[in-house]
C-alpha cells in the first residue's frame, strides 16, 4: 500500500510564500512522474506543476514565474514552492504520483495515487 501525505499549507497575506511537501511512503514501488493539482472553490481542478523522473518540470501559465516544483527523488518527496502568493492561489491542492512496483507480477503496469490534499488560503 502506497501513501501520499501533504504538508505546509496554510494562511498567509497575499503576497507571501508557502512550501508545500508530499511524502510517498510504502514498499517497493517506483515513483514516476509527479504532479500539484489545486481544487479553488468555484473552478475546475487545475494541474499546477509536473515533474517527472527525470526533473523535467512544467508549470500553469497562472503560477509561472512564482511557483517551483521540485522532488526528492531518494526521500521520496515532492515539494511546491509557492511565492508571491495571490487570493486567486487559494484552493485545496493536492498531490498526485505515477507509479510501480517493479519485480512484481501481482502489480503489472502503472498506478495513480493521490494525496488527501492540504488547505493554502492567501487573504487579500
Known amino acids: 500500500q502506497v501513501q501520499l501525505v501533504e504538508s505546509g499549507g496554510g494562511l498567509v497575506q497575499a503576497g507571501g510564500s508557502l512550501r508545500l511537501t508530499c511524502v510517498a511512503s510504502?514498499?517497493?514501488?517506483?515513483?514516476?512522474?509527479m504532479a500539484w493539482y489545486r481544487q479553488s472553490p468555484g473552478k475546475r481542478s487545475e494541474l499546477v506543476a509536473s515533474?517527472?523522473?527525470?526533473?523535467?518540470?512544467r508549470l500553469s501559465e497562472s503560477v509561472k514565474g512564482r511557483f517551483t516544483v521540485s522532488r526528492d527523488s531518494a526521500q521520496k518527496t515532492l515539494y511546491l514552492q509557492m511565492n508571491s502568493l495571490k487570493p486567486d492561489d487559494t484552493g485545496v491542492y493536492y498531490c498526485?504520483?505515477?507509479?510501480?512496483?517493479?519485480?512484481?507480477?501481482?502489480?503489472?503496469?502503472?498506478?495513480?495515487?493521490w494525496g488527501q490534499g492540504t488547505q493554502v488560503t492567501v487573504s487579500s
Open positions: 510504502g514498499s517497493a514501488f517506483r515513483l514516476i512522474d
Open positions: 498526485n504520483a505515477e507509479l510501480d512496483f517493479p519485480g512484481n507480477s501481482y502489480y503489472e503496469g502503472t498506478y495513480v495515487y
Open positions: 515533474i517527472t523522473k527525470d526533473d523535467t518540470t
